[in-house]
């Protein structure tokens, strides 16, 4: 789990990277939204990653590909499913690598 510090709150507000993936995710979309980190992480790991905001909701990452693969597969239901059932085991170790936890402070 990792804490960030809100930069306009400066409250530490907690989260994991499936909160990324997740349609209430990131306290339904009301809270520090983190989509942005875990779609920066899965692009300097090479991949190509889509994500959208989703009504009034989170921004949820819909895509991830690598050339013109998607790696998110059909049977998957984004925004309800844990994405660690669904996602490559590498996928899934680049992000618990990622954000493996610890403290980050925004500028």
């Given at each position: 789990?990792?804490?960030?510090e809100c930069?306009?709150?400066?409250?530490?507000?907690?989260?994991r990277?499936?909160?990324?993936?997740d349609?209430f995710?990131?306290?339904?979309g009301?809270?520090?939204?983190m989509?942005?980190?875990?779609?920066a992480?899965?692009?300097?790991?090479g991949?190509r990653?889509?994500?959208q905001?989703?009504?009034?909701?989170n921004?949820?990452?819909?895509s991830?590909?690598?050339?013109?693969r998607?790696?998110i597969?059909e049977?998957a239901e984004?925004?309800?499913d844990?994405p660690r059932s669904?996602?490559?085991?590498?996928i899934?170790?680049?992000?618990?690598?990622?954000f493996?936890?610890?403290?980050e402070v925004?500028?």
């Amino acid at each position: 789990m990792m804490t960030s510090e809100c930069p306009r709150c400066a409250h530490p507000h907690h989260w994991r990277w499936e909160e990324a993936f997740d349609k209430f995710g990131f306290n339904d979309g009301d809270g520090l939204v983190m989509t942005g980190r875990v779609v920066a992480a899965l692009r300097k790991g090479g991949y190509r990653v889509h994500a959208q905001m989703w009504g009034m909701h989170n921004t949820v990452i819909l895509s991830i590909r690598r050339g013109r693969r998607q790696l998110i597969p059909e049977t998957a239901e984004v925004g309800y499913d844990d994405p660690r059932s669904y996602l490559l085991e590498e996928i899934v170790a680049l992000l618990d690598e990622a954000f493996s936890g610890g403290e980050e402070v925004f500028p």
